[in-house]
Nanobody, 121 residues
Framework: VQLQASGGGLVQAGGSLRLSCTPSERTFNNYALGWFRQDPGKERECVAV????????YYADSVKGRFTISRDNAKNTVYLQLNSLKPEDTAVYHC???????????????WGQGTQVTVSS
């Protein structure tokens, strides 16, 4: 089972993107869904997590007030709205599904291949 992430691209600082993620085979309506990002040479960090019912469980301090996570269980899709983008937001963004709404990478069972976000200054 894979999670298909899309919506990445190249954007100028201050711009916006909307990432989407949906599974290839099964439904994840009963799972917590998270967005993680990884820049080469750095650890994969948790950006945002949403509970199965749509309640937000976590935002990284670095994205609070700029990023918004949401989900549409009818469409089996999770979104990440990225606003006021900064060059330091440049990374590959991955979505993941897990049983608990955790910010820890090891708590997630299913992962997507990621989508590249590049923010130019």
């Amino acid at each position: 089972v894979q999670l298909q992430a899309s919506g990445g691209g190249l954007v100028q600082a201050g711009g916006s993107l909307r990432l989407s993620c949906t599974p290839s085979e099964r439904t994840f309506n009963n799972y917590a869904l998270g967005w993680f990002r990884q820049d080469p040479g750095k650890e994969r960090e948790c950006v945002a997590v949403v509970r199965w019912n749509g309640a937000v469980a976590y935002y990284a301090d670095s994205v609070k007030g700029r990023f918004t996570i949401s989900r549409d269980n009818a469409k089996n899709t999770v979104y990440l709205q990225l606003n006021s983008l900064k060059p330091e937001d440049t990374a590959v963004y991955h979505c993941a599904a897990g049983r608990i709404p955790s910010s820890r990478r090891g708590d997630y069972i299913y992962w997507g291949q990621g989508t590249q976000v590049t923010v130019s200054s």
